[in-house]
């Protein structure tokens, strides 16, 4: 436990100010697929402790807006380009997030980041599904949350029902790439989902028929 709470990451945090090693990962994404950029509105997901909208933030600039949202309060961060809410994302209505973010009503965010984890109960299976069906819930709000072209970024840990997320994923998006950036612990199983550019569609649809089985991985999908 020692190792793994005081490793590299974690030691490269705490020396240059971030509040999780959680900011590598992103990071990491962001530098390979350049999701952010300046001037950009980005929701972040499950945002607590917030080192995801301290790194969006140095990223979007004085132009952007980046609105944190978590269940668990979140200590102020100084940067003038954020704003945070406690609350939960099932029920908060997108009216409510895009004020925070200065959006218009029949606007939307250009980003939507999620770390959001399930609390563990130590079953794979039951940890996994609990993931799935964050995932899941994040999808079917980038309905009213993420407009189109925007990109999404999602952890879920992998598992059986992994590969039916990426195809439902990919219904909403014109490009999905798994990623596993080096940040994560070697013990864990977590993926981030990198979905570009959300589709022109009226009700994006999370449960399509996954009968015929997941698409193909293609062999460069990764870090």
């Keep these: 436990m020692v190792r793994e709470l005081h ?18 990962k992103l990071k990491a994404i962001d530098e390979k ?5 300046r001037g950009d509105a ?8 917030g080192s995801w909208l301290q790194y969006a933030s140095t990223r979007i600039g004085s132009s952007g807006m980046a609105v944190g949202v978590d269940l668990l309060p979140l200590d102020p961060l100084p940067d003038s380009n954020i704003r945070t809410l406690q609350e939960d994302l099932r029920t908060v209505t997108g009216q409510t997030l895009r004020a925070l973010a200065g959006l218009p009503e029949d606007s939307a965010f250009d980003v939507l980041l999620s ?23 994040v999808l079917h709000r980038c309905t009213d949350l993420l407009k189109e072209g925007g990109h999404l970024v999602m952890k879920v840990f992998e598992g059986g029902e992994y590969p039916k997320l990426i195809q439902r994923t990919a219904s909403c998006f014109e490009e999905v790439r798994p990623m596993r950036p080096p940040a994560s612990r070697s013990v864990s199983r977590e993926m981030f ?7 022109p569609l009226i009700e994006l649809d999370v449960r399509p028929d996954i009968s015929e089985g997941p698409p193909p991985v293609p062999d460069n999908w990764g870090m």
């Design 7 to 24: 490793d590299h990451w974690f030691k490269e945090a705490k020396r240059e100010g971030w509040r999780s090693r959680a900011i590598y």
């Design 33 to 37: 697929r350049g999701i952010l950029r």
């Design 42 to 49: 980005v929701l972040d997901c499950g945002c607590a402790p």
């Design 115 to 137: 770390d959001m984890a399930p609390n563990t109960t130590g079953h794979r299976d039951t940890d996994h599904l609990r993931s799935i069906d964050l995932c899941d819930m």
């Design 193 to 199: 989902i990198v979905a570009m550019s959300r589709k």
